[in-house]
């Protein structure tokens, strides 16, 4: 309880607005039903039965607000729109929603609170309600912090029966029968007597029908779209290459243009000299973006690209640290009691254990763990196309938070938001970086300049990797005392920036108390240690940073995960094994045992190969991983990687195995290879032949089995990351001997 006195001491806020603050405004504000975004812009002829559904003579269009990344979302939110709507798979069309709070993520705000996910407590759920407030009040249009399907599983599901309760009242109306009489099936509703009457012939008197407030809503047995795994409604798009990228947008008159920015991030621009580019092929201008740097303006990419690189400039100096050893320096000094952030884990008496050790049989280790920035280097480069007409302005740019871009080009443009339309297109991976506003209140600016004519604005694949909010660099200091067979002790303090903090900072609304993302995936482990302590100091901001895919539990994973082995091996007990003697969690402990059987972890193998496992709880989901790696003469080669994930409610199985597997590609990556470095205030790493990721050869089979034991259904596009790097560290010390305490390993050891 004094942890949670501490907090509120400290103003337990989200964001700016307090929970109780929230509560204050109104509940009765916060009850009032919002307005349907989709009437703006209705066709002739085009029924609009709830903010998630359209009807026209075509058929059915589901509305799905969150941004489709390669993540498969909009296939999930479909299909709990279809599900209760009783349609056919094979007859829907999908399309993104319009900037809008009414389409607001009312669980993205959870992941921010000081209680684990395991807690199921009356204060933790109460306030875990109560976050719902402050979400619809700041009306976020998020995408990220694998929320999407936490967020819209029962809205979706509800938006989908209460269009089927108006459809069947307006057949029965039709029919003149009683509408008990009535039901439905593929797209009709059909009476007894065997009258069928389709949902395009029906939504013109169904938009007429109030709504009723309450419907009932499938039981999991009756599913029949729900719980398989379904074709992705984008995949013929993108495999016959007519799914639109915002890349791939065009225009009448439209008009290229690229960015160059100050290297030193965060300074100004002195002076530029554009005598040289000016005069180049397809060139038309040349534009000063308030001394933060320059834009050109050319007749295509190519032109804009080749002219920027004939610029010579004067640029002021950054104000942090110029290279990443003083950067870790200053992450060094901030383990003290002026940085600390927050202490949410303290369990015991770890420094009395630590100071009075009996060393006849107990084993106390100490070290220190450390990780590099990285970049979210997107495939997509960043892009966003923008016309401004005399009352008007249509952005088009594949983004994770449309309702932020309308609040940007209000600032920008002084244009009111119902002049403001975001066409949010396809993106080749967004990973949190399609987040950040930057890129596209850049080209809302070069847009002014051009009379009236589109322009599309992308960033070359240099200026994006220097110009990054990147994943903070990271230390931890850990300190574990083990003892008959099992882990007694564990003093565990990581110190990083504070990523919301910044993230936040950004878009106006302060954060006020502490950080939970620098501790997260290390607190609210479901360890049962005697003696626990976890704490978090928080970093002065050097490079500006942001979410990266799985946020504070990308590093804390591998911080936290790494010690626990050190700790099973010095104990002399088996990692697997202690593991499943510490956790007091089922789903979690169920999901270790899956992945042991699946990798026959007990099973005796040559001494070159060595079996690593991991277990990391992020986002509510519980995933253990077990890395397969082999010693060879030329380095480690990765060869299988097992994960088993629990999600509470499977929706669709294949896409969350997609989604397992790219989290691990994504951090196995990271872990071999990701670095961003600074030298004279730079970073050095501007392409992919200096910032890598794992090539076909090098990619290891991977199995994934999927669980459903869990509390509540949550979402998985982040958990899959955190485990893989611990994984392959502790894979590595089985296989060689070598513990690695420093991301990446290529600077320890070799890769085959």
Request: hydrophobic letters at 40%.
């Amino acid at each position: 309880m004094g942890k949670l006195k501490t907090f509120t001491r400290r103003s337990f806020l989200i964001g700016s607005t307090a929970i109780a603050g929230g509560v204050a405004f109104g509940y009765y504000q916060y009850k009032q039903p919002q307005n349907n975004p989709l009437l703006k812009f209705s066709k002739l002829n085009q029924s609009i039965i709830t903010p998630y559904i359209k009807i026209d003579q075509q058929g059915v269009t589901i509305i799905t607000p969150r941004a489709e990344m390669g993540q498969g979302i909009h296939t999930t939110l479909a299909a709990l729109v279809a599900e209760e709507l009783d349609l056919s798979w094979e007859t829907i069309k999908v399309e993104h929603g319009p900037a809008s709070s009414t389409y607001h993520n009312a669980a993205v705000l959870e992941e921010g609170l000081p209680f684990a996910s395991t807690n199921n407590g009356l204060m933790a759920n109460s306030i875990r309600r109560l976050t719902k407030i402050p979400a619809k009040f700041l009306g976020m249009q998020i995408t990220g912090g694998s929320s999407s399907i936490v967020d819209a599983y029962e809205k979706m599901r509800l938006a989908g029966a209460t269009a089927r309760a108006v459809l069947i009242e307006a057949a029965a109306q039709t029919l003149k029968v009683d509408k008990t009489t009535l039901f439905t099936y593929q797209g009709h509703v059909i009476s007894n007597n065997g009258e069928k009457i389709s949902y395009s012939e029906l939504a013109p008197t169904a938009q007429k029908i109030k709504p009723p407030k309450d419907v009932q809503l499938k039981r999991k047995e009756d599913w029949k779209l729900l719980g398989k795994s379904l074709p992705r409604v984008d995949m013929l798009a993108k495999c016959t290459g007519t799914a639109e990228f915002s890349i791939d947008v065009n225009a009448d008159n439209l008009l290229y243009a690229t960015i160059k920015m100050n290297p030193n991030l965060g300074a100004k621009l002195i002076t530029y000299d554009d005598s040289n580019a000016v005069s180049m092929t397809g060139v038309k201008h040349v534009i000063n973006l308030n001394n933060k740097g320059v834009a050109v303006i050319a007749s295509n990419t190519w032109y804009a690209f080749q002219a920027a690189k004939n610029i010579k400039f004067t640029w002021e100096q950054a104000s942090y640290p110029a290279s990443s050893n003083e950067m870790f320096e200053v992450v060094k000094n901030s383990f003290t009691e002026e940085y600390i952030d927050s202490t949410l884990k303290q369990e015991g008496n770890v420094d009395s254990v630590i100071t009075n050790i009996d060393e006849s049989f107990e084993t106390i280790i100490k070290g220190e763990y450390k990780v590099p920035y990285l970049a979210h280097t997107t495939m997509e480069p960043l892009n966003a196309t923008v016309l401004i007409e005399q009352n008007k302005i249509q952005i088009w740019a594949g983004n994770q938070n449309p309702t932020q871009i309308v609040k940007e080009a209000e600032k920008i443009t002084g244009f009111s938001p119902q002049h403001i339309i975001v066409h949010t297109t396809y993106m080749g991976g967004g990973f949190g970086r399609r987040a950040e506003m930057d890129f596209i209140k850049y080209a809302i600016e070069i847009a002014q300049h051009t009379k009236g004519k589109p322009i599309k604005v992308t960033w070359s694949r240099e200026e994006d990797t220097t110009h990054d909010y990147y994943r903070p660099l990271a230390l931890a200091k850990f300190k574990g005392v083990s003892t008959n067979n099992t882990i007694k002790a564990l003093d565990l303090q990581l110190a990083c920036p504070s990523v919301l903090t910044s993230q936040m900072g950004r878009m106006g609304i302060p954060l006020a108390g502490p950080d939970v993302s620098i501790v997260q995936a290390a607190w609210e482990q479901p360890y049962n240690i005697e003696h626990y302590q976890v704490r978090g100091y928080k970093v002065p901001e050097m490079l500006p940073i942001s979410s990266w895919r799985s946020v504070g539990a990308s590093q804390n994973g591998f911080f936290h995960e790494s010690v626990i082995d050190e700790l099973a091996h010095s104990a002399g007990i088996d990692p697997l094994t202690c593991r499943l003697n510490l956790i007091n969690h089922s789903p979690s402990k169920k999901v270790i045992e899956a992945v042991a059987k699946m990798a026959n972890w007990h099973t005796k193998r040559p001494k070159t190969i060595g079996l690593g496992i991991a277990f990391t709880l992020s986002f509510g989901v519980p995933v253990a991983e077990i890395v397969e790696v082999e010693k060879t003469p030329n380095g480690i080669k990765i060869l299988n990687v097992y994960a088993a994930v629990d999600v509470g409610i499977a929706l669709d199985p294949r896409n969350i195995e997609a989604q397992v597997m790219s989290g691990i590609i994504f951090g196995l990556s990271a872990a071999m290879m990701g670095e961003i470095t600074v030298k004279d205030g730079k970073v050095e790493q501007t392409n992919f032949h200096q910032y890598n990721a794992i090539r076909m050869n090098q990619a290891p089979n991977i199995q994934v089995k999927v669980l459903e034991n869990g509390e509540k259904i949550r979402g998985i596009g982040e958990p899959g990351t955190p485990p893989a790097a611990p994984a392959l560290g502790n894979a590595i010390f089985a296989a060689t001997g070598k513990r690695i305490r420093e991301l990446p390993f290529n600077k320890s050891i070799n890769f085959v």
